[in-house]
């Protein structure tokens, strides 16, 4: 295999490409790989009091914003993230959906979702009171999301 890095000046945001004579099992690996550094390169810090938090993407139930302030909300603790909600849709690997203007949800972290036609859907987790809206916008999305975390399984 042969690693090479090119520069040029005129793009806008870096790249990685993979060329291969077909796909098999070590470039889905490779690929893993780089998503994976990549993301934890770019992980959010999450802060509460005076002190940084480095929490596992997985123990995030959501994100959400209020007056400008971007919180993450685990099953028992809140925690303050610097970046705004675009930033994270950037970051944030593809088990992370927008569920609303204003809230990112884990989808791994879904134990129920109150359906309701005329206005917004209800998401509840396990183990805790705290629960999120999915607008009528986001809720087919998010349940192809979830249908593709079934079918992975």
Do not use: W
């Not at 993407?57 to 099953?75: D, M, P, Q, R």
Request: hydrophobic letters at 35%; charged letters at 25%.
């Amino acid at each position: 295999m042969k690693i090479k890095i090119e520069t040029d000046c005129n793009i806008s945001e870096n790249e990685i490409i993979i060329r291969c004579n077909s796909i098999n099992d070590d470039i889905i690996r490779l690929q893993s790989l780089i998503n994976n550094t990549y993301n934890n390169l770019n992980q959010p810090v999450f802060y509460k009091n005076e002190k940084e938090y480095y929490i596992p993407l997985e123990k995030i139930l959501f994100f959400e914003t209020n007056n400008g302030i971007v919180n993450a909300h685990t099953t028992n603790e809140l925690y303050l993230v610097k970046n705004k909600l675009y930033e994270l849709e950037e970051i944030l690997p593809g088990f992370f959906t927008r569920v609303s203007k204003s809230t990112i949800l884990n989808t791994h972290a879904v134990y129920s979702i109150t359906r309701n036609i005329t206005s917004s859907s209800i998401v509840e987790f396990e183990n805790t009171h705290k629960q999120v809206y999915v607008s009528r916008y986001y809720y087919k999305p998010l349940q192809e999301k979830l249908k593709e975390k079934r079918l992975s399984l």
